[in-house]
């Protein structure tokens, strides 16, 4: 064989080796499990969601109330298949976010280390509201709203919850769908606190 020939032989095994490598390297079944992180952008009602231009994802268990702009981790299995594990604490963080109260809301004056409100959304879609508020000495009755949640972080549909204020009465509060944080049903009058804490599950989205 000629040293051309011969020089034709190697560039073509080499190249052949390039290619069954960047081939092991694509195909989950030679390479084996895989992972990334990717945001969603499309949540499916049969347990899957769109994300990183791959489509029907399905969900753990653990990765609760999906929502479009989660980012994710996803993890793709030998034969293929790929799996959305959890959200993960967005770039922004996963701070506490301080409402603006709707007036005559404030957050409770009274002194001492009560929690002022708050709310954040956990890792497995579930969101707290807390804090001690306060009617500013102005009388209010019947419903009364007192900030509203944004998207992503509301409920399927409107929960009923009881809660204290002065005096240790029992009063409602009520988180709507639409996001709104209010209590109803109030007798006419100033309320010196009353608390709005509580935890629910987020709508899927």
Same mark, same amino acid.
């Given at each position: 064989?000629?040293?051309? @020939?011969? &020089?034709?032989?190697?560039? =073509?095994?080499?190249?052949?080796?390039?290619?069954?490598?960047?081939?092991?390297?694509? #195909?989950?079944?030679?390479?084996?499990?895989?992972?990334?992180? %990717?945001?969603?952008?499309?949540?499916? %009602?049969?347990? +899957?969601?769109? !994300? &990183?231009?791959?489509?029907?994802?399905?969900?753990? %268990? =653990? $990765?609760?109330?999906?929502?479009?702009?989660?980012?994710?981790?996803?993890?793709?299995?030998?034969?293929?298949?790929?799996? !959305?594990?959890?959200?993960?604490?967005? %770039?922004?963080?996963?701070?506490?976010?301080?409402?603006?109260?709707?007036?005559?809301?404030?957050? $409770?004056? &009274?002194?001492?280390? $009560?929690?002022?409100?708050? $709310?954040?959304?956990?890792?497995?879609?579930?969101?707290?509201?807390?804090?001690?508020? @306060?009617?500013?000495?102005?009388?209010?009755?019947?419903?009364?709203?007192?900030?509203?949640?944004? !998207?992503?972080?509301?409920? +399927?549909?409107?929960?009923?919850?009881?809660?204290?204020?002065?005096?240790?009465? =029992?009063?409602?509060?009520?988180?709507?769908?639409?996001?709104?944080?209010?209590? #109803? !049903?109030?007798?006419?009058?100033?309320?010196?606190?009353?608390?709005?804490?509580?935890?629910?599950?987020?709508?899927?989205?």
């Amino acid at each position: 064989m000629t040293d051309s @020939a011969q &020089g034709v032989h190697r560039n =073509l095994a080499a190249a052949v080796q390039r290619k069954v490598i960047r081939t092991g390297q694509s #195909t989950p079944s030679v390479r084996g499990s895989d992972w990334q992180t %990717a945001t969603v952008t499309a949540v499916n %009602a049969d347990g +899957t969601v769109d !994300a &990183g231009g791959i489509e029907d994802i399905r969900r753990a %268990a =653990l $990765y609760q109330a999906p929502a479009v702009g989660d980012w994710i981790k996803i993890t793709q299995a030998s034969d293929g298949n790929w799996l !959305a594990e959890y959200r993960l604490t967005p %770039a922004t963080g996963d701070a506490w976010v301080s409402p603006s109260l709707t007036s005559p809301w404030i957050n $409770y004056p &009274g002194g001492g280390n $009560y929690q002022p409100a708050r $709310y954040k959304k956990l890792a497995d879609g579930m969101v707290v509201i807390e804090g001690l508020i @306060a009617s500013n000495g102005v009388s209010v009755s019947g419903t009364s709203n007192v900030f509203t949640l944004p !998207a992503g972080y509301r409920p +399927t549909g409107t929960l009923v919850l009881p809660t204290i204020n002065t005096g240790n009465a =029992l009063r409602q509060l009520e988180i709507v769908e639409t996001g709104v944080v209010r209590f #109803t !049903a109030l007798p006419a009058g100033a309320v010196g606190f009353i608390s709005i804490s509580c935890s629910f599950l987020a709508a899927t989205t």
